[in-house]
């Protein structure tokens, strides 16, 4: 049978393809383990609450703790600052639990291209080639090792820039010489 244009059709289309670049990996591997992923190796809902649960909740116990135990830091600004809800809890939960509607929209692109035929003879091979790529590289352990420390990277730049411009806070202190001394809350957080 022809599309409309009365083109037959390959079974090759990436829609009926397995094709992701979310599923696998080190940490999709991990969360299959703890029973945190769907039927279609996804991450479910229940494991985007949990994930952001536990980056809201650990540093939350760091700052606790590290205030009851040292007197000069007050671990109650953590509570206080509405950010660490919103870039912790609230923006993790909402980045895992997209991560099916992201994993099915990359691939209904994808087969947008091959059934529109936006893709035409000898490139079609160089297509797949380049999705097959795609999908290893994504769920590459080396990548996502690269990723997780350009994550903390990042994330420890930010926690200075912001202790640069407020001097103290639940991620740490600004020291005299313009080094910046993170909280177990800050070194958690990064």
């Not at 760091?62 to 953590?78: H, I, K, M, S």
């Not at 590459?140 to 200075?160: E, H, K, M, W």
Request: glycine share 10%.
């Amino acid at each position: 049978m022809g599309d409309r244009y009365g083109v037959e059709r390959d079974d090759d289309d990436p829609g009926k393809q397995r094709f992701s670049l979310v599923v696998g990996g080190p940490f999709s591997a991990l969360l299959d383990r703890c029973g945190l992923l769907g039927p279609d190796k996804l991450p479910t809902a229940g494991a985007a609450l949990l994930l952001g649960g536990l980056a809201w909740l650990l540093p939350a116990a760091c700052a606790l703790v590290q205030g009851l135990l040292d007197p000069a830091y007050d671990g109650t600004r953590y509570f206080e600052d509405p950010s660490t809800l919103a870039r912790l809890f609230i923006a993790i939960t909402v980045m895992v639990g997209t991560e099916r509607h992201a994993d099915r929209r990359v691939l209904q692109i994808a087969s947008e291209f091959w059934q529109e035929r936006l893709v035409v003879g000898e490139a079609r091979a160089r297509f797949f080639e380049l999705l097959r790529a795609a999908d290893r590289q994504s769920a590459s352990p080396l990548l996502q090792c690269v990723l997780l420390l350009a994550v903390f990277i990042g994330a420890g730049r930010a926690a200075a820039f912001t202790l640069q411009v407020e001097k103290t806070g639940w991620e740490g202190a600004l020291l005299a010489n313009g080094e910046v001394a993170l909280s177990w809350a800050g070194t958690v957080a990064r």
